[in-house]
């Protein structure tokens, strides 16, 4: 029976994984397209202690992923009341995290969801932006009672 060192598991855990700006996932450039599979690596994707991006399986087996941008990107968004719930291509859904939203030069918006980084465009964007006000010192969404500064991506 052989042994694994360290070494050995940490060089086949790059395993050639990289998730695009658009969402697609490339294993050694050729585009994961089914579907059941990408939805499985989007549900595995998290960020290790040390701010690796990965897919994980459980606390001992996991690979490396080259993430381009953001981990997910909303497929929705809707207002229930004055909270705001982002479907994510993950198939989940959160509450916006209004204290992290934060705008890029494309006027996309960021935010975070747990450890991973979601991407805010689209149809997404113009159900958020429904509520975003200008204020003196820039612009801030106003959701769950208060009114939260939107950052500048630098």
């Known amino acids: 029976m052989e042994v694994f060192t360290p070494e050995m598991i940490e060089r086949m855990r790059a395993i050639g994984l990289r998730l695009d700006r658009s ?12 579907a ?4 499985a690596l989007l549900r595995w994707l998290d960020v290790r202690d040390d ?3 990965i897919v994980r399986l459980d606390a001992t087996r996991y690979a490396y992923v080259e993430v381009e941008d953001a981990h997910l990107r909303a497929a929705s ?28 030069p494309d006027h996309a918006l960021y935010t975070k969801i747990g450890k991973l980084r979601g991407r ?3 149809p997404a964007y113009h159900a958020i932006a429904e509520r975003i006000v200008e204020t003196p010192s820039g612009f ?12 500048n991506a630098a």
């Open 23 to 34: 969402g697609t996932f490339w294993h050694e450039g050729t585009a994961v397209t089914h």
């Open 120 to 122: 805010i465009a689209g």
């Open 77 to 104: 968004a809707r207002w229930d009341g004055k909270r705001c719930f982002v479907l994510w291509d993950d198939d989940q859904e959160t509450e916006l995290d209004y204290a992290d939203l934060h705008q890029a």
């Open 140 to 151: 801030s969404l106003e959701a769950s009672g208060a009114r939260w500064p939107i950052a």
């Open 51 to 53: 701010g690796r991006d």
């Open 36 to 39: 059941r599979l990408r939805q």
